[in-house]
């Protein structure tokens, strides 16, 4: 995959951060280098078996997704109630804000206010930043097979995650054009055969007429990712089944991954450096339950974050099972070295 446009500083599009819940509205305010006003928050109570809440500037706020549902998208007016300038602002609804309660809440910049995107031949609304490579896209399926749909990106997106909002429908998940995982379930990959997303250029994807992507009169929303040099990376790695476990080269130092087996059926895993600062990286929480953090008496599920990637520390199956393959996506803390030369260090 090639890399365009390298960041200095990753905080500007991607910040985790920390909070315990007390039931009154209030501002959760970034804690990273760079001011970020979110496009994207997914929240998740980490002491507690609560749903995952998705939210995004473009559907709006109070509109919930659930990541480890099929439930269709709904109004909570106590949920997250304003993206601002360096954070957002919550109710006091228990998934969001439940009292004496651990929070973690992962942020993404898109590009702010949605325009109308007219590329592709259904017309939809994206919020796009071509810069950090991630874009928003909502629209109306038209269930005509081989239809596109304008993303914003002006590359060719190399993660596609959509969702139907209005009916109960799986989340479709691909990293690439051949093969779709749903991200609420356990299922290993599927073949795609030309099938949901069956391919993109540098302005559009194609869809089938598949309800997972484009049932007539449905709405969806889709999240499009394209990797850039020292801030993120999207791809495969084979495990080896060893403590002393397969190293994914990033160019970077991981401040986010998400990971799923492809080749059977697993848990997606979900960790970062802000709940974990220190090697190794075991607190896992899973996007396809509402199972709180899983903190195993020994590192059953573990990383090592380094300064160019991630390795495996676990013969645990869902992460390094001998032979397996898996997906991944990766966002950074900080580039091996910044523009002006200074490199990172290992943690």
């Not at 365009?4 to 599009?13: C, F, H, R, V």
């Not at 651990?102 to 930043?129: L, P």
């Not at 992507?213 to 929303?221: D, I, M, R």
């Not at 380094?306 to 390094?320: D, L, M």
Request: with cysteine.
């Amino acid at each position: 995959m090639s890399y365009t446009n390298g960041l200095d500083d990753p905080s500007a599009y991607f910040q985790t951060i920390l909070y315990s819940g007390n039931e009154t509205a209030r501002s959760i305010t970034l804690d990273g280098n760079s001011d970020l006003q979110p496009d994207w928050v997914w929240i998740k109570q980490r002491s507690r078996a609560d749903p995952h809440i998705l939210y995004d500037s473009v559907r709006g706020t109070t509109k919930e997704l659930s990541s480890n549902t099929s439930t269709v998208e709904h109004t909570n007016t106590a949920g997250l109630t304003s993206f601002n300038s360096d954070g957002f602002n919550i109710g006091n609804h228990v998934d969001v804000n439940r009292n004496s309660t651990t929070f973690v809440a992962w942020n993404w910049k898109a590009g702010g206010t949605a325009s109308s995107n007219t590329d592709g031949s259904i017309t939809s609304t994206v919020s796009a930043n071509t810069t950090s490579g991630f874009s928003i896209v909502t629209y109306t399926g038209n269930g005509s097979s081989g239809s596109t749909i304008g993303h914003g990106l002006n590359a060719v997106p190399e993660v596609v995650l959509i969702r139907r909002r209005n009916q109960s429908t799986d989340w479709n998940f691909q990293l690439g054009y051949s093969q779709y995982l749903k991200l609420n379930s356990t299922d290993q990959a599927i073949a795609t055969s030309g099938g949901l997303v069956g391919s993109g250029s540098t302005s559009t994807i194609t869809v089938d007429a598949n309800a997972y992507v484009n049932a007539s009169g449905s709405t969806y929303v889709g999240y499009f990712f394209v990797s850039k040099k020292g801030y993120s990376k999207f791809g495969s790695y084979t495990g080896n089944g060893n403590n002393d476990g397969t190293f994914v080269y990033t160019g970077f130092k991981p401040a986010f991954v998400l990971v799923k087996r492809t080749d059977g059926v697993s848990n997606w895993g979900l960790i970062d450096n802000t709940r974990d600062p220190f090697n190794v990286t075991y607190h896992f929480l899973e996007p396809n339950v509402s199972d709180d953090e899983f903190i195993p008496s020994a590192p059953q599920e573990a990383f090592d974050f380094c300064s160019q990637g991630f390795k495996c520390r676990s013969t645990n199956g869902a992460i390094n099972a001998s032979g397996g393959t898996y997906i991944y996506m990766c966002f950074a803390s900080n580039p091996f070295v910044t523009s002006t030369g200074i490199p990172t260090t290992a943690r």
